[in-house]
């Protein structure tokens, strides 16, 4: 159970030593990349706390940062994708730049590496349902999308998440792994 705020009040420091871990996992499944985890941490870290009111309780500065996380990491997507649309206006002869190498490196996790197939916009949407246990309108709501488009994500990526970890059993179905690792 967490603290209203420390002694002093501080309750940056208090969530940052309390809750920084889980903030960084929530950002870590968003966007599947540590460094950029920590950015949007921090950023978020950040934007809530020159807003946040003189006694605001541990509770609800952690929702604030989880909003503001999920805001960037958005903003950031949808900055990438405008970008890519026009950035073929721009070319400049013999500026010929690679794409980032990070998305290719192995992470050496079923779970991570079957995130890692999904479109940001699906990922977003599991993320949200499945981690932040959050209803497909809330999802919806907190993406910005209709209820339907909500659906459509999270179906596509149930399928993908499927084909590459295996199907969801039920809940009275027993799971059974043998030496192999095969059910």
Known sequence: MAVAQDADGDTLGLLARERGRALLAY???????????EDLVQDALVRTF???????????????VRAAILRGHLDTWRRRQRWSAVRHLLHVPGDETSRDPAPSVATGSAVHAALATLAPQERVAVVLRHVEDLTVPEVAARMGLA????????STATAKLAERLGPVPDDDEQVTVDSRGSR
Request: charged share 30%.
């Open 147 to 154: 209820d339907g488009t909500v659906k459509r994500y999270l």
């Open 27 to 37: 950002a870590y499944l968003l966007c599947g990349d540590r460094r950029t985890a």
């Open 50 to 64: 020159t807003r946040v009111r003189a006694g605001t309780d541990v509770t609800h500065a952690e929702a604030y």
